[in-house]
């Protein structure tokens, strides 16, 4: 057992792959859509103006996608993990490229170091976020869990909806 099998982390990951899923398959159906989504233990949060019945339609069919082995449908090419990772080792690339500069003047003399370390960590970096999407903060084995609940919640005229998940 590893830290990833905890049953809480387990939840979470899995959660996270089914909204990854669905926002993978709303965005073929609705290409410019702005989406956004969250997890946590008991199901996610997609944010977004997308009516009820077609995101219904989208977690039921990413549910029955993963179940059936469409395992890839977990990762998602602007998911957070992806930003962190890269922000990650760009930041790390750029506080070594400053390590021992001890005046301004070295500081600034090194700015185009750090910038180009910067910048390569960033490119460099890019393979590392889907990596640990696939290994860490998603699942894209379902393991049993089922849809519970689909509603909407609106705010004036911030929409979204809460997907309840068991199992």
């Not at 926002?23 to 009820?52: K, V």
């Not at 090194?110 to 976020?129: H, K, Y």
């Not at 894209?140 to 005229?157: A, E, L, N």
């Amino acid at each position: 057992m590893t830290i990833l099998d905890i049953p809480v982390l387990s939840r979470i990951r899995r959660n996270h792959g089914l909204e990854h899923a669905t926002i993978n398959i709303l965005s073929q159906r609705f290409p410019y859509r702005r989406l956004a989504g969250y997890s946590f233990p008991g199901g996610f949060f997609i944010l977004g103006d997308i009516p009820t019945a077609d995101l219904r339609e989208a977690v039921i069919q990413a549910l029955v996608r993963m179940n059936n082995g469409e395992r890839t449908l977990a990762i998602h090419d602007h998911c957070g993990t992806n930003y962190a990772a890269s922000g990650f080792v760009a930041g790390l690339l750029a506080w070594l490229g400053m390590a021992g500069a001890k005046s301004k003047r070295d500081k600034v003399e090194r700015l185009p170091l750090v910038i180009a370390l910067a910048t390569f960590g960033f490119i460099a970096s890019q393979p590392l976020g889907p990596v640990l999407q696939q290994r860490v903060t998603t699942s894209g084995d379902p393991q049993g869990m089922s849809i519970v609940d689909v509603f909407p919640i609106k705010f004036g005229q911030f929409s979204l909806h809460r997907v309840g998940t068991q199992g």
